[in-house]
């Protein structure tokens, strides 16, 4: 064999030395993350992005809360700004009015029963039949619940609907000669009835001004800042104080139609609102 010189074996040791501490200097991907695909560097300094991403990578853009406006307005200021907005709406849905169908208070009285978690559509659907088989109180009082179960299936929660119709066409028969009463305080004690139901028979039944809050007004009165509520009673209230007793029926209406047409729940066309301008829920 040959031997080595000790100049050689010196350098070959030291270069292979330097290799080694060259390499441990070069960083390495941080433990507990993935390594980098070639190709494909990790973007530095770049937290991830909280809540929804919109399409393209950009954050969705999130509704102001009403309620976070509820206050900054005088009396006065929002009195005006509602009685503008009645004005936009009404020149929007000039034929906005009641969509259930009906001939007398007490059609529409079981229609508004019906509608509970019901579209106006599908009652309007079931009730032709329905009044031609029950035409009256009486004769829903003596109905057989079976019958009118299964007439009314359709409408979803049936049994309770049912349940509720024939109770309160007694209570008609029994305290009222028939008759649907023309006022609160006894439409409410009527059984199934509430003040939303109360007050669709008032405002388009008997032509006295009542305040209907459901799905839409509660929506759409919280995004004009016109109440920071949920409760319906206490919508009602707020909106007592600043909605002309005669535009009381008549803003269910709109609202409603609002609702349908142009600020829908899921994905509302704020650049199609004629109220863009005085919503401060909008986003344009």
């Not at 200021?77 to 259930?100: G, M, N």
């Not at 119709?165 to 609160?184: F, N």
């Not at 008032?202 to 759409?220: E, S």
Request: proline share 7%; charged share 25%.
């Amino acid at each position: 064999m040959k031997k080595l010189r000790k100049g050689s074996v010196s350098r070959r040791k030291a270069a292979s030395v330097a290799t080694r501490r060259k390499a441990a200097r070069k960083p390495g991907p941080a433990r507990g993350n993935p390594s980098p695909v070639k190709g494909k560097p990790v973007a530095k300094g770049k937290p991830a992005a909280k809540g929804k991403l919109a399409a393209k990578g950009k954050l969705a853009v999130k509704r102001k809360p009403a309620a976070a406006q509820r206050g900054t307005e005088t009396p006065l200021a929002a009195k005006q700004r509602v009685a503008t907005i009645l004005a936009r709406l009404e020149r929007a849905y000039p034929d906005a009015r009641c969509s259930l169908r009906h001939e007398t208070p007490f059609h529409l009285l079981i229609a508004t029963i019906l509608s509970a978690q019901c579209t106006d559509a599908r009652v309007n659907m079931v009730t032709p039949a329905l009044f031609a088989r029950f035409r009256d109180a009486h004769d829903f009082a003596g109905a057989d619940p079976l019958e009118l179960e299964e007439m009314i299936r359709s409408t979803g929660f049936f049994h309770n609907k049912a349940r509720n119709i024939i109770a309160c066409a007694h209570e008609l028969v029994q305290r009222h000669g028939g008759e649907v009463p023309a006022d609160l305080d006894s439409l409410v004690q009527l059984p199934g009835i509430g003040r939303k139901t109360a007050n669709v028979v008032l405002g388009n039944a008997f032509g006295i001004p009542g305040l209907v809050v459901d799905t839409h007004v509660t929506r759409i009165a919280n995004l004009l800042s016109l109440t920071a509520q949920q409760d319906p009673n206490k919508i009602e209230i707020d909106l007592m104080e600043v909605v002309p007793r005669d535009k009381w029926t008549d803003l269910a209406h709109l609202f409603i139609e609002h609702g349908r047409r142009v600020c829908v729940a899921r994905r509302p066309r704020c650049g199609e609102c004629v109220l863009n301008d005085l919503c401060p829920s909008s986003e344009v």
